[in-house]
């Protein structure tokens, strides 16, 4: 019984995946004006930066080091940083001016004009990750949203926003990944 169970569960999740991924392709072409931004940075010397919490901070990682290190192809290392992984100025930051600050006051650091700031949050409304998105567009930033289905903070900031279509957090997660390597497969085509 308890096997039957379990490949339900599975089935029923495959499932939601297949019907959310066919509802993702009505934003092919924002997906597409997305990279077409990232790859617009990249050709003029401009760095991307990518920011979340949880797991967004883990995919936000995770697409840093895609274009850090490599995607699919041997090519010279791409400027992608992920505001996540200095646990000092994390922590420095979250200390002395509040954990709203901890990715806003590293982009006052090092933004210009012309970098892309790429924001992970499933539910679009992270305090920490709407002011880094604020942060960005002082500095003439452009800013890339990925989000659940609702209307949120980062909704209506981002230059872009990609809305998953789901409101379940592991649903989320799983297609800003597929999206995410979407951007980099098409920022590594565009530049090599």
């Known amino acids: 019984m308890n096997s039957l169970s379990n490949a ?8 939601v995946n297949i019907a959310n991924l066919e509802k993702l392709k009505a934003q092919i072409g924002d ?3 997305a990279a077409n931004i990232i790859v617009e940075a990249l050709h003029a010397g401009c760095a991307i930066y990518f920011c979340g919490n949880g797991g967004s901070a883990a995919d936000a990682q995770h697409l840093a080091a895609e274009l850090s290190g490599r995607f699919l192809k041997n090519r010279r290392p791409l400027p992608g940083v992920a505001l996540t992984t200095n646990s000092s100025a994390l922590t420095a930051i979250g200390n002395d001016f509040g954990f709203d600050e901890v990715f806003s006051r590293q982009l006052e650091g090092v933004a210009k004009k012309g970098d892309v700031l790429v924001s992970l949050s499933t539910s679009g409304n992270s305090a ?7 942060s960005a567009l002082a500095h003439g930033m452009k800013t890339i949203g990925l989000t659940g289905e609702r209307d949120s903070a980062m909704s209506a900031k981002c230059s872009i926003c990609l809305k998953m279509p789901s409101a379940a957090t592991p649903r989320i ?4 990944i597929l999206v995410g390597h979407i951007l980099c497969e ?7």
């Open 128 to 134: 920490n990750v709407v002011k880094a998105i604020e």
């Open 186 to 192: 098409l920022a590594e085509n565009a530049v090599t």
């Open 8 to 15: 339900q569960a599975i089935s029923e999740a495959i499932s």
């Open 31 to 33: 997906i597409e004006r």
């Open 173 to 176: 997660q799983e297609m800003h």
